[in-house]
């Protein structure tokens, strides 16, 4: 890309920001144009200095990240923007699509694929760190999701209503029985970007936001 990427930097700890500054500007087409230390002060920045992407973290005192990106995406502002987060659950994964975010990075992310993604974002694409797929995001941001509502009356038991590969419904145990995405990658023997992709799968399929709504539906459906 030859033409400059104007970004603004949102984290609290400004030994962050100036990690990821440093990091950044190795690249001759990105430019840090701003910090701010929460979400408030980051709405106020992008609306001063009109940056083209936000790396935002996800929680932040004053304005967490998520709300913040929330307030931009309803205020129709035209910023891309891309979450920064230690955290992989899904939960936090889809309040993130649910607030209109481009892209959800994990901390962990490395140089190659963090200057990946601010590309494919600052071109227009999504992009959402791990094995989530551009495809899985794409259509579930554009309201294409597959699930097949069915609440009033479950199928006999045990029936897979919701089209669960076996290994989602394995996966499924697992997160019930109380494992971490950590553990569960250990006993199946897969990476733990896998087993998120397979829990993100899971959560989509069922039409569930958290681990409780996802033990309820699956008891009432006898997946468990």
């Known amino acids: 890309m030859s033409e400059i990427t104007r970004i603004v930097l949102a984290d609290d ?27 408030k002060e980051a709405i106020d920045l992008v609306g001063e200095v009109n940056p083209d992407i936000l790396i ?40 993130s699509i649910s ?29 959402f760190s791990g094995d989530i797929s551009n495809v899985l995001v794409s259509n579930l941001l554009g309201g294409k999701n597959e699930i097949v509502k069915k609440e009033e ?5 045990g029936e897979n209503v919701f089209d669960l590969t076996n290994k989602e419904l394995k996966v499924l145990e697992l997160v019930l029985s109380g494992l971490t ?7 199946l ?20 936001k958290n681990l409780i709504d996802l033990s309820k539906k699956s008891q009432k459906y006898n997946l468990i």
């Open 13 to 39: 700890h400004a030994l962050v920001r100036d990690g990821i500054r440093s990091l950044l500007e190795t690249e001759s087409d990105l430019q840090v144009i701003g910090e701010a230390s929460n979400g």
């Open 153 to 157: 009356t479950p199928k006999k038991t």
């Open 56 to 95: 935002i973290d996800i929680r932040m005192p004053v304005m967490n990240g998520i709300d913040a990106v929330a307030e931009l995406t309803q205020s129709k502002s035209s910023v891309k923007t891309i979450i920064l987060s230690m955290h992989d659950s899904e939960e936090y994964i889809l309040k």
């Open 181 to 187: 995405n950590q553990q569960i990658s250990e006993k």
């Open 99 to 127: 607030s209109g975010a481009n892209g959800y990075l994990l901390k962990d992310t490395d140089k190659s694929e963090f200057i990946k993604a601010i590309h494919t974002v600052r071109e227009g694409g999504k992009y």
């Open 189 to 208: 023997q897969n990476s733990k970007r896998t087993i998120e992709t397979h829990r993100f799968n899971l959560m989509r399929k069922m039409d569930v």
